[in-house]
């Protein structure tokens, strides 16, 4: 009994002191928000209190806490995913949560559950964050204020996604120490891209600049009043001169991205990053994209294994920003309560 | 006409009468006798009769709103007759053509007589009703025979007639036997086979969701003018929302074609703003567009290149409208907005007088529809509403007639309601309440 006893207490010490590790990076603060719905909803000091705590996390690499013990993370998946539903499960363990994951093509949404429903019922099982990801624009916004627990948006429709933004730009950082005055190219299908929409709204906010490369087809009206900071070219190459990071996007074609194109061999030839084009790019530029890749259509096969290339880099810091955005919403040092319309 | 005998005179006094088709615009009585307006002129002396005093008000013939959806038969859980023609008498709205895409559609002679005789019944505004133009969008519907049960105009509202052939040969039947056309104006392959369900600009790209192009409409439009040219149909194109619209309507009319247009309020005061935070209230087919498009529809009304306003009346359940944007149904109830919103963003901003506003919700609609319009001249049918122009109020979507709660208007600050009502001499509504 004693010895038990004493492992025991020397074990929550041990618990303690790697608990305390992100602890002391991040010094009491907290998001001034409730819910990471959209990257417009948060300050730069949000921002900036993800990107420490996630560097922190990074650090600690296989450390596991204790820091959401008892807590629950419901990940909502109406749509498929693989490497986000996953980073964001991975990160509720190692933060000791317990986790669920509902997963289902085709919603309850569909089936003629109004969202009010969908809301009362996950909020009704107390989930401590509801990670969600839909088909439709807009239904974390609508959870968000309808649900006691922190909703963290994985992917709305074609709108935002917002913690894609945020370790994207979190890698650039990682490489670039700073991004303030680099040049950021997203190339492809920027219509139909809710990882666009995220980018778009955090690289201005960190002082980066930011152009696209896309067909007319992907540039719809009103792109240039709603992203009036964005500059806009048809072709590529000319796009890359001066660019330090390039970013490929995939063609969603089951968002009906292909239709505007003859063929993705066209689209490919046209706007796929090679080895030839990257090398227009300024030296020393990096290579990203938030997968899925599709190989030799928006980005060549020999360039998926450069240095420069860093789509798996992405994917692991994918996981500490997660860590670190479930840990911020679900543990508030400042004891704030979030008031929802339980309507 | 022993009813007569039994039935209430009326005396309105000292209200600014505003009639388009006399010509009245100035301080007048109104004597209703009979169900008739019995006498215009001043200072008016009855004994026996009701006074209503109109100080301070303005006396209009009812107006009439000749696009509603009134979901009966079918959807009556959405709107009924009973609950669609009380919101038309609590806007002072006396007349109201029914669209024909209830269940099942009025694509047919019985669903145009139920409604026709049940409004009847239900004695509260009057009842006009539309049949289809198409059976499905495939076959030409029986409009001699819609035409003899009652409807007025026939319409494919909610849609529009995507076969151009098939539209030929509707507006060239309809032609036949003298039937308007009332063209809800779309391209499907340019907006619902995209999934585009707003407007294309800053706010479908901010929202993330898929918009559909002015082009949509614009070009619907100039197909029904160039088939109205083609088969000489009267041919009247509803809900106008973009400025290539308005404009390619006011050349087919400087060219003598039939053609006609209509403006709703949403499309004349609200811009696709409405639908950041996806505010389902304001998701609508046409969508809402720009403010360029909302001041080219509103330089339409006031040239008169749309003769027409009317609402375009969508009552949905409330449960429905909390789907996501992409999916929930589109659009906005109107009769109880109608009047005060014409008279806050219309008159008041002085876009146009109130004489040519009512001339827009009387007149107009009685031209397209080949009907005579209302009137507040000696020996017409008593239609008449009395609005105070200066009524302050916040749209409250609960305190509504229509079962329909979704309205893009909600908490907006609108001036002006109906006071008064009378339908054939009676009165319907008397200090806003409905008797």
Known sequence: ?343 | MTQFNTMVSYLITNGHVIDPVSGYNGKMDVLIENGVIAKVGNELKKTRAQIISAKGKIVTPGLFDMHVHLREPGREDKETLETGLRAALRGGVTSVLSMPNTVPSADNQTVIRFQLSKARELNFARLFAAGKITKNGEKISEMWELKNAGAVAITDDGEDVDDAALLLHCMEWAHTFDIPLLIHAEIPSLTREEDAVMHEGKISQLLGISGQPRAAEVLAIERSILLAEESGAKVHIAHVSTAGGVEAIRRARSASLPVSGEATPHHFALTHEECLGWNTNAKMYPPLREEVDCKAVRAGIADGTLSVIATDHAPHLVSEKYLPFQIAPVGTVGLETLFAAVNTYLVRPRIVTMATAIERLTVGPALVLGLPPASISEGAIADVSIFDTNTEWVVDPSKFESKGRNTAFEGKTLFGRATHVFVDGILKVADGIIL
């Open chain 1, 1 to 343: 009994m004693v010895l038990f006893g004493a492992i025991s207490y020397s074990t929550d010490q041990m618990v303690e002191h790697i608990n305390n590790l992100p602890r002391e990076v991040r010094k009491n603060r907290d998001l001034s928000v409730f819910d990471v719905v959209s990257i417009d909803d948060l300050s730069n000091d949000d921002i900036h209190l993800i990107f420490d705590v996630a560097k922190k996390f990074k650090e600690l690499g296989n450390e596991k806490f204790s820091l959401l013990k008892g807590m629950t993370v419901f990940c909502v998946f109406f749509e498929g995913s693989t490497r986000t539903r996953a980073s964001f499960e991975l990160a509720g363990k190692k933060l000791g949560a317990d986790t669920i994951n509902i997963t289902s093509n085709g919603t309850s949404i569909s089936k003629g559950e109004t969202l009010h429903d969908t809301a009362q019922t996950l909020n009704a099982m107390r989930a401590n964050i509801i990670v969600v990801r839909t088909e439709y624009s807009g239904i974390p916004q609508f959870l968000a204020k309808h649900v006691g627990a922190a909703v963290i948006n994985a992917g709305d429709g074609m709108h935002e996604h917002p913690s894609q933004g945020l370790l994207d730009a979190f890698t650039m950082i990682e490489h670039y120490g700073d991004i303030a005055g680099k040049t950021v190219l997203v190339v492809g299908d920027i219509s139909h891209s809710r990882v666009f929409g995220s980018l778009v709204r955090i690289l201005p906010r960190l002082r980066a600049s930011m152009r696209v490369a896309a067909p007319k087809t992907f540039v719809r009206n009103g792109f240039r009043e709603a992203f009036p900071h964005v500059q806009v070219f048809q072709n590529v190459e000319e796009a890359l001169l001066g660019t330090d990071i390039v970013i490929a996007l995939r063609v969603q074609e089951e968002r009906g991205g292909g239709k505007g194109l003859p063929t993705l061999r066209e689209f490919s030839k046209t706007f796929g990053i090679n080895e030839r084009r990257f090398a227009l790019a300024n030296v020393g530029a990096i290579f990203m994209h938030p997968g899925p890749v599709m190989r030799d259509i928006e980005v060549h096969n020999a360039l998926m294994t450069k240095g420069t290339t860093k789509i798996l880099n992405q994917v692991e810091n994918g996981l500490a920003v997660r860590t670190a955005l479930e840990w911020l919403v679900a543990d508030r040092t400042d004891k704030k309560v979030k008031l929802y319309d339980s309507i």
